[in-house]
């Protein structure tokens, strides 16, 4: 079946960029989205993008997408503490939605 | 790995009617799963947050008597849509991680409920 596939593990230090990266299967994505999960918590939305453009940016965020590689990728500038989390990405063909294993960000002070 | 499984993958139903929808993590102990909906082209919504033995968290503005959550067990959690009518026709998914602060989590292969 299809499959989205993501790194596990990412470590960095506080004040350089973050690049989280996605690879997926489903020629027929039409949304990829990026979600965070906090400890104990649920995921949440972070920034999604439509599978006919190739970048959107949202203040630190940055979302890269190369449709014919099928990569997908988040980058986060200015890393903070804060943003020490599990990361997931999705994909979705607007029938059901499948999500990649998740990337735990460690952001060092 | 460790394997969630949804059941049913996708139901159709008639409206005023119950349906349930089980998650079951198959070879480890979740003892928090979580329940997610999605609507046509918008993205996923966390719904409620399961916990084994004790009722569950439900996000702001699901209604908890509508969408009944039962997590009785270690390896099963259940979804109940009451009374089912055509705005709950959406695609719902569970999630669950491993105990411990494993980073993984996995997902359910998601149930599409049509009510008709």
């Known amino acids: 079946g299809e499959d989205v596939e993501q790194s596990l593990f990412l470590s960095v230090r506080e004040g350089d960029s973050s690049v989280i990266n996605c690879t997926y299967t489903?020629?027929?994505?039409?949304?990829l989205y990026w979600y965070k999960q906090e400890p104990g918590a649920g995921l949440q939305l972070l920034t999604y993008?439509?599978?006919?453009?190739d970048m959107k940016q949202d203040q630190r965020l940055t979302v890269l997408l190369n449709k014919k590689d099928k990569h997908l990728s988040l980058r986060i500038a200015d890393t903070q503490t804060g943003d020490s989390a599990i990361y997931f990405c999705a994909e979705s063909n607007n029938n059901d939605m499948r999500f990649g294993a998740g990337t735990r960000l460690t952001v060092k002070p | 790995g460790a394997v969630v499984s949804q059941h049913p993958s996708w139901v159709i139903c008639k409206s005023g009617t119950s349906v349930k929808i089980e998650c079951r993590s198959l070879?480890?102990?979740?003892?928090?799963m979580f329940w997610y909906r999605q609507f046509p082209k918008q993205s996923l919504m966390l719904m409620a947050t399961s916990n084994e033995g004790s009722k569950a968290t439900y996000e702001q503005g699901v209604e908890k008597d509508k969408f009944l959550i039962n997590h009785a067990s270690l390896t099963l959690s259940t979804l109940t849509v009451t009374s089912a009518h055509p705005e709950d026709s959406s695609f719902y998914i569970c999630s669950a991680q491993i105990p411990g602060g494993s980073t993984e989590a996995f997902f359910g292969q998601g149930t599409r409920l049509t009510v008709v």
């Open positions: 993008i439509f599978s006919n453009m």
């Open positions: 070879d480890f102990q979740a003892t928090t």
């Open positions: 489903d020629s027929s994505s039409t949304y």
